[in-house]
């Protein structure tokens, strides 16, 4: 390319287009923030922002009430509430959280009425064995503070070793 080709000519056409790089594309930028700014908020006209909206969404889940409900005997209640503080078996809660890996051996769990595998482990007591389902040991985790109380794991633990030659009550 030749010296007359070009389109800037004298020094001051090159500052000029030096200027112009650096400024066109912060003007457009500007105005680009601009528009984006005062366009329409699609949240603008919506009910989310009112003061009941906000109450509402920040409001509890439940409520307690201590008065007795209308047309409801209270012997219902007493079974309802029976029903909810009773206990699990230990079947029911070896079935429920113990069976996926002591049925199996997964994660080199030992099977339930595998006698062998489970005597030294009953040499350890029922204490030791129960801690350890409660607070996770090797592949096992924790199982306490979930959906069972300590004492339903604690039948479950009874359950998994009696039916691997233990005796326990």
Same mark, same amino acid.
């Given at each position: 390319?030749?010296?007359?080709?070009?389109?800037?000519?004298?020094?001051?056409?090159?500052?000029?287009?030096? /200027?112009?790089?650096?400024?066109?594309?912060?003007?457009?930028?500007?105005?680009?923030?601009?528009?984006?700014?005062?366009? =329409?908020?699609?949240?603008?006209?919506?009910?989310?922002?009112?003061?009941?909206?906000?109450?509402?969404?920040?409001?509890?889940? +439940?409520?307690?009430?201590?008065?007795?409900?209308?047309?409801?005997?209270?012997?219902?209640?007493?079974?309802?509430?029976?029903? =909810?503080?009773?206990?699990?078996? +230990?079947?029911?809660?070896?079935?429920?959280?113990?069976?996926?890996?002591?049925?199996?051996?997964?994660?080199?769990?030992?099977?339930?009425?595998?006698?062998?595998?489970? =005597?030294?482990?009953?040499?350890?007591?029922?204490?030791?064995?129960?801690?350890?389902?409660?607070?996770?040991?090797?592949?096992?985790?924790?199982?306490?503070?979930?959906?069972?109380?300590?004492?339903?794991?604690?039948?479950?633990?009874?359950?998994? /070793?009696?039916?691997?030659?233990?005796?326990? =009550?």
């Amino acid at each position: 390319m030749s010296e007359s080709e070009t389109p800037i000519k004298t020094p001051k056409d090159l500052i000029l287009a030096i /200027l112009a790089a650096f400024i066109l594309p912060i003007v457009i930028i500007v105005l680009l923030t601009q528009f984006v700014g005062f366009t =329409k908020n699609s949240t603008s006209n919506s009910d989310a922002y009112t003061e009941e909206a906000i109450e509402e969404r920040l409001s509890p889940l +439940g409520k307690i009430s201590t008065q007795p409900l209308a047309g409801v005997d209270g012997s219902e209640i007493n079974k309802a509430l029976v029903v =909810k503080t009773s206990l699990a078996t +230990g079947e029911e809660v070896y079935t429920a959280r113990c069976a996926a890996c002591h049925a199996a051996g997964a994660l080199n769990a030992p099977k339930i009425g595998d006698i062998d595998t489970w =005597k030294p482990r009953l040499a350890q007591g029922l204490d030791a064995l129960v801690y350890s389902a409660l607070n996770g040991k090797g592949s096992m985790g924790a199982q306490k503070g979930s959906q069972h109380s300590d004492d339903e794991i604690q039948r479950a633990v009874i359950y998994l /070793l009696n039916e691997s030659g233990g005796e326990f =009550k």
